[in-house]
């Protein structure tokens, strides 16, 4: 691909990430020059530059937005931690929640991102393209751009997991899937507010990745609450459970 043609699509952004890609899009980044092209209709675009964490507004608009790309590339490309992930809107009251979500509680959360609308137009039979993430609150404009250069080929990634390994590097994996600890998290926030919930999860996950196995975790669990107060040890008790019940295949929607 040499050049792209672009839709922006805010789906309920705090504005910072538009912001930040105007800027990348104006004469002074000059996008343009990357055969970069700011169309204003989703039917003339190649790919749609996703920004917000997909609000219950916005839900069905930005379908619509996709569904009326031509089929083929149909690449969306997430701008900002909200449209990858929810960012700090993530269960929030105003994101969309799937309908087999719709449970009550912090188990079943609000979850936020544009990976929520795509998957369900792939559900739906909708062809949909690759999905480029570029995190950042917001990114600034370089990222911007070099998030879009790698699409287009023009620049090369600048860590590739072989050379790493070549290097004898480890590649550094979370030691827990990534949307069981923002589940956690939430519950954990409500259970002894922000602050402890993020040294207890951040404590668990370094007994997770010191255990070998089950047996060993629940060892280090109960060394780790013989060490701590009692109302951290009920908390790491509780996310234990809750790892152990996501891990022998409940899954995180059990
Ligand atoms: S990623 Fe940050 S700047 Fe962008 S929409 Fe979300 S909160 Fe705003």
Known sequence: MRSVW???????ACNGCEIELFDALTPYYDAERFGVKLVGSPRHAHAVLATGPLT??????????????????RIIIAIGTCACSGGIFYN????????????????????????????????????????????????????ILYGIAL???LVEKRVRPEEHEAA?????????????????RERLRHVIGHFDADRVLEDFMGLVSRAKDEEELHRLVEDYRSRKDE???????????????????????S
């Open 6 to 12: 672009v839709f922006h699509l805010d789906t309920g």
């Open 56 to 73: 219950r507004q916005s839900y069905h608009a930005a379908k619509e937005v996709i569904k009326a790309m031509p089929p083929k590339p």
């Open 92 to 143: 929030g009251y105003p994101i969309h929640r799937r309908p087999e979500d719709g449970r009550k509680g912090s188990e079943y959360p609000r979850r936020g991102g544009i990976d929520e609308l795509v998957r369900d137009l792939r559900d739906e039979g909708e062809p949909v393209g690759p999905v480029m993430y570029i995190p950042g609150c917001p990114p600034r404009p370089e990222e």
């Open 151 to 153: 699409l287009l080929g």
């Open 168 to 184: 004898g590097l480890e590649v550094g994996r979370p030691p827990i899937d990534e949307r069981l600890r923002l589940t956690l």
């Open 231 to 253: 109302r951290l040890g009920a908390c790491m008790e509780l996310i234990e459970t809750e790892y152990l019940r996501w891990k022998r295949g409940g899954g995180e929607r």
